[in-house]
Structures are given as structure tokens and as C-alpha cells.
């Protein structure tokens, strides 16, 4: 058991969840019946820098009321320029999924870094006795994916099943490089949830539904991203979103999540224990709201909450970084707007991210603060915070500009890292007959509309917040899996047709088929309630392929891209051989390395259960598991699954009879 996993797996061992055998925790009880009562004590690994400490505080008592409400306001580069930073005071600014320099797609990494040197020597430009420098933050949720050029990396749905603590931790280092080459010095990243529901169109950016998993995770990307913070390859990290995103009910995105407070503990903390403990310095507040219904206990939505943000977090974890909201997450506040909110800053969120309305914002900020309906402490407390931040993270003795990164167009490069993760996070499902590997010469034909498509192998958060609009020129580099394909075997040796039709499948080796979603980020991924989820349903075009190239006589291979398990048996039926591909990426090479003979074999393991039914959305007592959480095939691990039951698939899941079998 190693150190991480025994400390962020105590509140767990009750219920058995790290692989150890439930120890009794001082009672005579089997620790699996122990109930947790409290949040667990952490205490923040960074010693407190009293030099820094003193700094910070004459600082904030040199600041008048518009520059300490101005340094907790986050508009986004659209809508503010370098001279407004300056002129109001600005301490951070983001730029959302699908926000580029000049609103250009294809800004170069040397443009990135050109706008946030601008925004930088505007921070550091004002009339204030000390300057203190804007922070820029972006969402590099899987490789610095607003960049043109970038390499993507699979979604966190896929890293959790590679089961690679290790290859997690590089790839945040390679990411925080990434952001570096760009002048960004904060990453809102990793993303921590515990998905339990895959109707949630955020499933992906869940690395599993096993909270040991999130937490061995957790600590690994923090640690990747952070380094030794103040580094010119470092990069600010942000545990998000506190907490409970991934239980909401009937996984509705921003919905209400009903967990009791164990399973808020249990569960939903897990990576946030591990975060804290990695030393993370910025936590983001969630969208969720809680409502522990058995307990019968309401504490509302999270941006508003001060037992979550401050008695939590900063009590009981010791949290001793800055708090931030998420996009316009104070409108959600009963009572608040998106430009307004003393509840919210009361609550414990230090930083707001407002990324329209900020001037809007300061004026009634600093009416409330004026008028007392925020105390002067508690804003001076957010100023300190976010100081306290930027001088760990070397900001104040060094430019952005000053890293080694800076305007480096090959340091946001990093397709062998990608292809190794590919390679590790696709799970095969079935390989009946030893289908696979196949061999390297062999003529192939390939179908589907997703076998050159980089965005749906990238999915969301990719050049743009959906990952939709995009060419695949648009990405300005990476590898679909029919290139690769084609790189690998010679062109002549495959024969792409997105449907099979009028094509004669028998004189081909094998038939490689590309199923997968269209892209899709948040909101837009939820599939609501009582609706099925089922693949073939919502792209019956995937389904109709697979019928047409299926039972010639050759072989099929599926691959399948998802960003969250799917209910496919009915596709799984059609195929000899079936891989999980989740969101790889933009390195389609890794695909091919164990598709094909030769070096690599199946390693990949799912994080999630996969479903044996389009209404079990879940891993619960009511759901059907097709394959479990671990379950993964190897060659060295041949396994015949044969036909796979198909449960007719009712046209609500409300109605959700006892299934009935064809
Ligand atoms: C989004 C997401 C959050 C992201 C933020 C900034 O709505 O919820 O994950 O970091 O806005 O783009």
C-alpha cells in the first residue's frame, strides 16, 4: 500500500475501498459498518512562510477598496483588454473552451504568449505603491486543448482506465509545459469527480466512478501540474468542482446532488483529500448543489455555501489557497445575479469569475463592501488568498514571459507521452476468435464516420468548449485512427468508406469499424431523464454501418468513442472484436499499436462499470453490469464473450419493466 493511497484512503477503508481488507477502526465493529461522521482533519503541506505572510499583509493594507475588488474579479479575454486590467485593477483573467487571442483559432503558442505578456506589463502597470501581477488561468483539461498545434491527450475517462498513477503525473507536467509555452501560469485542472451517472455529460472528465481511483489520481496530476510551483515549467493547479459534480440525480449537470454526508465523505472528498495533501492552490466551487435527504439537511448550491467552502475546506481540510467560482456560478445563488453576489464572497469564494458583466460586478461589490453587506475582513481574507497564491507561484519575482517555455511552439508538442497513454487507456472488451492483433500485412477496409474524425477522437474541450465546429486541419497536427492506419499498412492497403456500402467486403482481411459520439461539453453531453442511453440509438447511422460490413464472412473490429460507458451489446454482437476507445486524442498512433501486432499488448481496465442495459445508467442494485469496473482483455488474456443478451429496449426508461429478452 503505498503512502498517498494509506492517507487519502482512511476515510474510505470502511468501506473497503483502497483493496485493503476493512480494518477495525477502534471499534469492535467491522470498520465496513463504522459510519463516518465527520470530514476528515487535513492540515496544508506548505508551511507557512511568515516573511511572505507579513508581505502579503501590508500589502492588502496599502490597497484601497477598488483594487482589493478588483483583484478578486476573473473577466475573460473577450471581454476586457490589457488597459482595463490596468485601469481597474483586474488580478486574474481566463479564457473560456473556444477563446483564442483576437477571437483567431489559430493563434499561434507565440501570440498566446504575446496577449498574456500584454495583460501582465498592463497588471504591473498601475498606480498602486506595490504592483501585483494578473494570473492568467485556462482549462487544459486533457493537453492545453484551446492551442492550435497542442497535443490532446485521452480524457480523464480513459486515464482512469490505464490505471497509471505514474503516466498521470507526466502527463501533467507535459500539460503545465504546455500552458507555459502560452504565458499561462494556472490550469483548471484536475477535475475530481466521482461520476456515478452516465446520463452526466461531464462523465468523461471523471477519471472513474472508484473514488480511490480519483484520489490516486488526484494526487498524481497536481503533483504533475504544480511541480515545485514556482518553476518555469509549473503551473497553478485547481481541484474542481467542490464537490459532489459527479452525484447529481439522474446525473443532470449543475443538478442537485442527494449523497448523504458519508457519501460526501466517502466518496465525493476523495480526491480532495488528495489534492490538498498534494498541495493544491486553487479549488473551484461547483455548479451542484447538495441536499442530504436522508438526513434531511439542505445546504444548497455550492457557491453558496459556508459549511462546504469555509467550515470544510478551510476548517477541517486546511485548505490555504484561494477559492474560485466557476463561469457566472454566483447567478445560481438564491437571490444573486451573475454581476452580484455578497452571498457567495460571504460564503468563501474568493476569486469570481465573471466574465462579462465585471464592471457591473465591481460596482456592487464595492457598494456592498461600503455598505457592510460584506465585511472588509473577509474580502481583505480573499486578497490575501490570492497573493498568497501568486508569490508561491514565483509570479511576483518572475514574468511569465521569463520561462524557458515562453513562445515555444515545440514544448506544447507531446504525441509520444499521448500515444504511450492511448495505448494504455483503450479497454478490449471482446476478442472473439483471436481476432486480434491482426496482422501488418493485411488489406483492410475501414468504415465509419468516426475513423477520421479528430473531433470525435477528441471529443469536448477541444479547440473549442463543444469540440465541435472543427476541421480536422483545424488541429494543425494530430493523427486520426485511419491515418494511422494508413501510415502503418500503406495507403494501398486501405480502403476507407464511411458506410460499407457497394463495397465488397470479402476481398478484405478484416473490417475495422469507427463508431463514436460527436462531440459535446457539460449541459449539451446530458442525456435526461427517462430518455434510454443507448449508442445506437442516438447514432443509429454507427448501427446501420455495422450491419452492412457484419456476417461477409470477415472479420469486424469495432472501435468505439465515448465519453462516457455506452450501452452498446447490440454492437458488441456485431463484432469479433470490440475496444472501448473513450476520447482518445489527437494521437490515433496508439490505437494502431495494439491493433495491429507487434510491441503492445491490452492493458486498459474500466474505471466504470459498462452497462448491460440502456436504463441502467448507474452501477447500483437496480442497474445490469455487462463488464465490472477492472474488467479488461488482453492477449495474453483471451477470453470468448460470445452473444451478449439484448434486452429490448423500452422507449422510456420509466417504464422500465422487467426487461424483456428478444
Ligand atoms: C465551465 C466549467 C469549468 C471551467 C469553467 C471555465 O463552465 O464548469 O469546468 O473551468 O467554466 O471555462
Avoid at 502527463?171 to 500552458?179: F, L, S, Y
Avoid at 486546511?318 to 457566472?328: A, H, I, L
Avoid at 514544448?411 to 507521452?417: E, G, K
Wanted: overall charge negative.
Amino acid at each position: 500500500m503505498t503512502r498517498l493511497s494509506l492517507k487519502f484512503c482512511l476515510p474510505l477503508l470502511l468501506l473497503a475501498g483502497c483493496g485493503l481488507h476493512p480494518v477495525a477502526l477502534g471499534s469492535s465493529a467491522p470498520a465496513s459498518v463504522v459510519p463516518v461522521s465527520d470530514w476528515p482533519v487535513h492540515r496544508s503541506p506548505t508551511a507557512v512562510d511568515v516573511a511572505m505572510e507579513r508581505r502579503i499583509a501590508e500589502i492588502v493594507a496599502g490597497m484601497t477598496l477598488e483594487q482589493k475588488v478588483g483583484q478578486i474579479t476573473q473577466p475573460e479575454i473577450r471581454y476586457i483588454t490589457p488597459e482595463e486590467v490596468r485601469q481597474y485593477y483586474i488580478g486574474s483573467v481566463l479564457n473560456g473552451g473556444g477563446s483564442w487571442p483576437d477571437m483567431d483559432k489559430a493563434a499561434t503558442v507565440q501570440e498566446w504568449a504575446a496577449l498574456s505578456n500584454r495583460y501582465y506589463l498592463a497588471s504591473v502597470s498601475t498606480d498602486m505603491p506595490t504592483q501585483i501581477p494578473v494570473i492568467w488561468g485556462t482549462d487544459a483539461v486533457h493537453g492545453h486543448n484551446n492551442v492550435a498545434g497542442a497535443t490532446l491527450f485521452p480524457h480523464n475517462i480513459g486515464l482512469g482506465a490505464a490505471h497509471d498513477p505514474a503516466l498521470v503525473e507526466r502527463i501533467g507536467r507535459a500539460t503545465a509545459r504546455q500552458a507555459r509555452a502560452t504565458g499561462i501560469t494556472w490550469v483548471f485542472a484536475p477535475t475530481l469527480a466521482v461520476g456515478e451517472n452516465r446520463r452526466w455529460g461531464r462523465t468523461y472528465e471523471s477519471y472513474s466512478s472508484d473514488p480511490a481511483i480519483v484520489g490516486q489520481y488526484a494526487d498524481a496530476m497536481v503533483r504533475g501540474l504544480q511541480g515545485g510551483l514556482d518553476g518555469e515549467g509549473d503551473v497553478v493547479a485547481t481541484a474542481k468542482h467542490f464537490m459532489g459534480d459527479g452525484g447529481t440525480f439522474n446525473g443532470i449537470d449543475q443538478g442537485e446532488t442527494r449523497a448523504t454526508r458519508e457519501e460526501m465523505i466517502t466518496r465525493h472528498g476523495a480526491g480532495y483529500y488528495a489534492a490538498l495533501d498534494a498541495g493544491v492552490q486553487t479549488v473551484m466551487a461547483s455548479y451542484n448543489s447538495w441536499n442530504d435527504v436522508q438526513a434531511g439537511e439542505d445546504y444548497g448550491k455550492m457557491h453558496g455555501s459556508r459549511e462546504l467552502l469555509i467550515d470544510v475546506l478551510r476548517g477541517r481540510l486546511g485548505f490555504d489557497g484561494f477559492v474560485v467560482s466557476d463561469w457566472n456560478g454566483i447567478d445560481q445563488v438564491p437571490g444573486c445575479t451573475k454581476d452580484h453576489c455578497a452571498a457567495a464572497i460571504n460564503a468563501g469564494i474568493d476569486m469570481v469569475m465573471v466574465p462579462e458583466d465585471w464592471r457591473a460586478f465591481i460596482t456592487n461589490t464595492v457598494s456592498d463592501v461600503r455598505e457592510g453587506r460584506i465585511p472588509m475582513a473577509r474580502l481583505d481574507e480573499a486578497v490575501t488568498r490570492i497573493l498568497r497564491v501568486k508569490m508561491r507561484s514565483g509570479l511576483f519575482e518572475r514574468a511569465p514571459s521569463e520561462s524557458t517555455y515562453n513562445g515555444r511552439a515545440d514544448a506544447v508538442q507531446a504525441s509520444a507521452l499521448a500515444r504511450e497513454a492511448v495505448r494504455k487507456s483503450v479497454v478490449l472488451l471482446k476478442n472473439d476468435g483471436g481476432v486480434l492483433p491482426l496482422a501488418r500485412d493485411r488489406k483492410i477496409l475501414v468504415v465509419g464516420a468516426s475513423a477520421d474524425s479528430l473531433s470525435n477522437q477528441t471529443g469536448g474541450w477541444s479547440l473549442t468548449w463543444q469540440g465541435t465546429e472543427n476541421t480536422n486541419a483545424d488541429f494543425r497536427g494530430g493523427t486520426t485512427l485511419l491515418g494511422a492506419l494508413r501510415r502503418v499498412l500503406g495507403a494501398d492497403n486501405v480502403v476507407y468508406s464511411i458506410d460499407g456500402v457497394g463495397v465488397d467486403v470479402s476481398g478484405f482481411d478484416a473490417v475495422i469499424a469507427v463508431l463514436g459520439e460527436t462531440p459535446y461539453a457539460e449541459y449539451n453531453g446530458d442525456v435526461r431523464h427517462p430518455a434510454p442511453v443507448q449508442h445506437s440509438l442516438a447514432y443509429p447511422a454507427d448501427l446501420t454501418t455495422l450491419r452492412t460490413v457484419s456476417g461477409r464472412g470477415v472479420p469486424v473490429v469495432t472501435v468505439l468513442y465515448s465519453g462516457r460507458p455506452a450501452y452498446a451489446n447490440d454492437l458488441i454482437n456485431l463484432s469479433d472484436a470490440f475496444v472501448a476507445g473513450f476520447l482518445p486524442g489527437t494521437e490515433g498512433d496508439g490505437l494502431v499499436d495494439v491493433l495491429l501486432g507487434g510491441e503492445y499488448d491490452f492493458t486498459g481496465r474500466l474505471s466504470f462499470a459498462w452497462p448491460g442495459s440502456a436504463c441502467s445508467t448507474g452501477e447500483g442494485p437496480g442497474d445490469i453490469v455487462q463488464f465490472a469496473r477492472g474488467y479488461g482483455l488482453s492477449y495474453a488474456k483471451a477470453v470468448t464473450v460470445g452473444r451478449l443478451p439484448t434486452p429490448i429496449t423500452p422507449a422510456t426508461c420509466e417504464a422500465q419493466e422487467p426487461y424483456a429478452r428478444e
